[in-house]
């Protein structure tokens, strides 16, 4: 079929139940990619893969053991096929159950190191290796698949690939077998980019890629580590994040989310990011890198961001005032979102500040924002005081026009949408001329002071 493709724009492949049936598909991938016209765009997907070990396998089956020399020969050499004829976005994600059923290399003994099988990650506590001497092979374990194409081998060197976005969504080439050959695609790689990191496992792997890669035309980094609070497992060392944000000079966009922060009492002696144009995270790391003197000076919009550890353990919200303390020092005029992952402790942050006052809150020092986003989870507990809380809140800011409640529960939209609220917008806050819920309409306030 691919010989009879004039262009393609794009791939986007859900890999299917079955160890040998994946393997086959990256047999296939690659050598459709062979004749095929280059790809812009390659989008993998494990969930698919993944769902059938957590579910669908038999009880007598046992646990399925992956040869992670055969997985890595097959999956990287299918992805440089496509890299070398030209792909500019790659997309990889899923993957931490696979990650856990690879039995890695031989080693002295006959015996192999792998992760420890997670059958749900979610109860997951920690994340150890032990080892494991093999018995006679069983129906869960996977024999290569033969193939006419030579995946496997020695390294090879290429001229520089064309990738300009890469979404690392996948602990996968983060393994340690896969990490050389990771290492080298970024070596590679002097065009992305676009660059986002997100995974719950490998953190002393994801520390290592970024102390040793260098992208000269970075624009927009995204790191994210979800469940790695929650599961309270390893992180991303805050020195590696330190280390490869003043080397990238170039980023205009950073997200960094769910990873280890600065102290509050860290410091940044000289200002980094010149270019920065947006930022989103937590609010150390927003105190922290507004820190010097004219630091970020051409930022825009600023994200402030809790996150979420557990349902009863409460976000020290107090960070947010060391954050907008920071975000006040900016003369000029600049966007604001709020987003309380963790909804413990919110109401009570609001009810502090509109109680300290306009002379007491430091939300009265914003004189540059004139636009606000608030992001609430869907579990965020509203009660009937909340309207009157939030026009408060609001009306403590001395400039702002444009209030958006962008992410919400139902029940707060219900409550706010109550002609209570607006007239207390209308009559409190002189200076906000539209409030929006989610994607509807603004809300309009010109009529009502007329």
């Known amino acids: 079929m691919a010989l009879f493709v004039p262009s393609l724009r794009g791939i986007r492949y859900y890999f299917n139940p079955g160890a040998d049936r994946v393997l086959r598909e990256f047999h296939e991938l690659h050598r459709s990619a062979a004749w095929m016209p280059p790809v812009q765009e390659l989008r993998l997907h494990f969930s698919v893969f993944e769902n059938w070990m957590h579910h669908d396998i038999k009880p007598n089956v046992g646990r399925v053991q992956l040869d992670v020399d055969v997985w890595r ?3 990287t050499g299918m992805l440089d096929q496509f890299l070398n004829k030209g792909c500019k976005a790659l997309s990889v994600t899923g993957g931490t159950t696979i990650c856990s059923a690879f039995t890695a290399t031989r080693t002295a003994g006959s015996k192999f190191q792998f992760f420890k099988a997670l059958p749900r990650f979610w109860n997951v506590k920690s994340r150890k290796s032990e080892e494991f001497t093999p018995t006679a092979s069983g129906n869960a374990t996977i024999q290569p698949f033969p193939s006419p194409l030579e995946f496997r081998g020695k390294e090879q060197s290429f001229e520089p690939i064309a990738l300009e976005e890469f979404h690392l969504h996948s602990c996968i080439l983060l393994h340690p077998q896969f990490l050389d050959w990771t290492l080298s695609m970024f070596q590679k790689s002097r065009a992305i980019t676009i660059l986002s990191l997100t995974t719950a496992m490998q953190p002393g792997a994801l520390a290592n890629l970024l102390s040793n890669i260098t992208l000269p035309v970075l624009s927009n980094f995204k790191i994210s ?25 170039s980023i205009t966009t950073l997200h960094v989310d769910s990873v280890l922060f600065p102290h509050k009492s860290a410091t940044l002696k000289k200002p980094i990011l010149p270019r920065l144009l947006r930022l989103a995270a937590h609010p150390n790391y927003v105190t922290w890198l507004l820190g010097p003197q004219d630091a ?32 006040a020092s900016i003369t000029r005029q ?23 006052g306009p002379k007491g809150s430091v939300i009265s020092l914003l004189n540059g924002v004139r636009e606000l986003k608030i992001c609430c989870p869907y579990f965020f ?11 408060g809140f609001l009306a403590l800011f001395p400039n702002l026009e444009h209030v958006h409640f962008k992410e919400h529960p139902r029940k707060l939209e219900e409550l706010l949408l109550g002609q209570a609220f607006f007239e207390s917008i209308a009559s409190q806050c002189p200076t906000i001329t539209t409030v929006k819920f989610g994607k509807s309409e603004p809300q309009e306030f010109y009529s009502s002071r007329e």
């Open 225 to 249: 580590c979800p469940l790695v609070i929650l599961l309270r497992l390893e992180s991303v060392d805050f020195p590696s994040i330190q280390s490869f944000l003043t080397r990238h000079p």
């Open 73 to 75: 020969g097959r999956l």
């Open 334 to 356: 600049v966007a604001l979102c709020i987003r309380f992952a963790s909804t413990l402790g919110v109401e009570d942050w609001f009810r502090k500040h509109v109680a300290a």
């Open 381 to 391: 507990n509203c009660s009937p005081s909340t309207p009157t809380i939030l026009s």
């Open 296 to 327: 970020l000076p051409q930022l825009q919009k600023v994200t402030i961001s809790s996150h979420f550890e557990s349902y009863d353990v409460a976000f020290d919200y107090d960070l947010f005032d060391d954050a907008i303390r920071s975000v």
